[in-house]
């Protein structure tokens, strides 16, 4: 349902790619009611792309969520979640950390903006249209049988997604996420 960019000027090795992608998808599944295999997250090395920040060239990193907005999700949710990726990547790749860089370079390795965009109103993932915003319980709910259907027939992605549901209890007892 969403889906993360994380536009990255600095090198990332597959292990914190791996990292983030976790802490993303841990992140917004555990805050709202996304089941995990449907937040999607992809990596952009945007070290050779020319960007600008108040009109002067600037290579940074930053990570853009494109998600489904709604009156359920208030802005404090959204600032909350804003802080809580800024702090992964910190805590992930941040400059603070005691990491092999090229010794030849200055590279700017902090998380210059984290942008959540709420104008994802409509989408088909894994063969099934995408709820609005808010309405993840009752759509998990009116699907369940059809997702069972694909586990039983031996996708992996929608036997860890019955688990993932079962687990958090989304289709009992609503979760407790918005």
């Given at each position: ?15 914190q790619q791996d990292e983030l992608a976790e802490a993303l998808t841990t992140l917004h599944s555990t ?12 990596f952009t090395d945007v070290s050779k792309a020319t960007t600008y920040v108040a009109g002067r060239r ?121």
């Amino acid at each position: 349902m969403p889906f993360y960019t994380v536009q990255h000027a600095v090198p990332l090795t597959i292990s914190q790619q791996d990292e983030l992608a976790e802490a993303l998808t841990t992140l917004h599944s555990t805050r709202f009611t996304t089941p995990r295999l449907f937040v999607n997250v992809g990596f952009t090395d945007v070290s050779k792309a020319t960007t600008y920040v108040a009109g002067r060239r600037k290579v940074s990193n930053t990570i853009q969520g494109f998600v489904r907005a709604g009156a359920t999700r208030t802005q404090q949710d959204w600032d909350d979640h804003s802080r809580d990726i800024a702090a992964a990547w910190d805590r992930i790749v941040g400059k603070g950390l005691p990491q092999i860089r090229p010794a030849d370079t200055e590279l700017d390795y902090s998380i210059r903006g984290v942008f959540i965009i709420g104008g994802l109103i409509a989408g088909y993932e894994a063969g099934f249209t995408l709820p609005s915003a808010g309405n993840d319980v009752t759509w998990l709910k009116e699907n369940l049988a059809g997702f069972q259907k694909v586990a039983d027939e031996g996708d992996e992605d929608f036997q860890e997604l019955i688990r993932d549901v079962k687990a958090r209890g989304l289709v009992t007892d609503g979760g407790n996420a918005k």
